[in-house]
């Protein structure tokens, strides 16, 4: 059983920082690219970064310059440190990762249960 594990979420005032965590587990062969996303209340799941097994990365545009994400590939985590966090950044953030469970399958999508991220004074 493959697990996506999130941490570091909460409730932040305007201008500080986060710095979640997701830890996969369980037993797979490999480990491709990994991400997050956000979807805030009535909108749709979006895409906030994205790293991949080489370590390039892409962000959403209203992120640009202030996340940044980052892996480890020998501890399956992949982290997103968020700095000058706004209110509009409030959203459940989920963290997917595309793994292979057994030598010869494609590399599926896993999802964590999300985290919760609250910023507000």
């Known amino acids: 059983q493959v697990q996506l594990v999130e941490s570091g979420g909460g409730l932040v005032q305007p201008g500080g920082s986060l710095r979640l965590s997701c830890a996969a587990s369980g037993s797979f062969v490999g480990l491709s690219s990994m991400g997050w996303y956000r979807q805030a209340p009535g909108k749709q799941r979006e895409l906030v970064a994205h790293?991949?097994?080489?370590?390039?990365?892409n962000y959403a545009d209203s992120v640009k310059g202030r996340f940044t994400i980052s892996r480890d590939s020998a501890k399956n985590t992949v982290y997103l440190q968020m700095n000058s966090l706004k209110p509009e950044d409030t959203a459940v953030y989920y963290c997917?990762?595309?793994?292979?469970?057994?030598?010869?399958?494609?590399?599926?999508?896993?999802w964590g249960q999300g985290i919760q991220v609250t910023v507000s004074s």
């Open positions: 997917d990762a595309d793994i292979m469970q057994y030598y010869g399958d494609t590399y599926v999508p896993y």
């Open positions: 790293i991949s097994s080489g370590g390039s990365v």
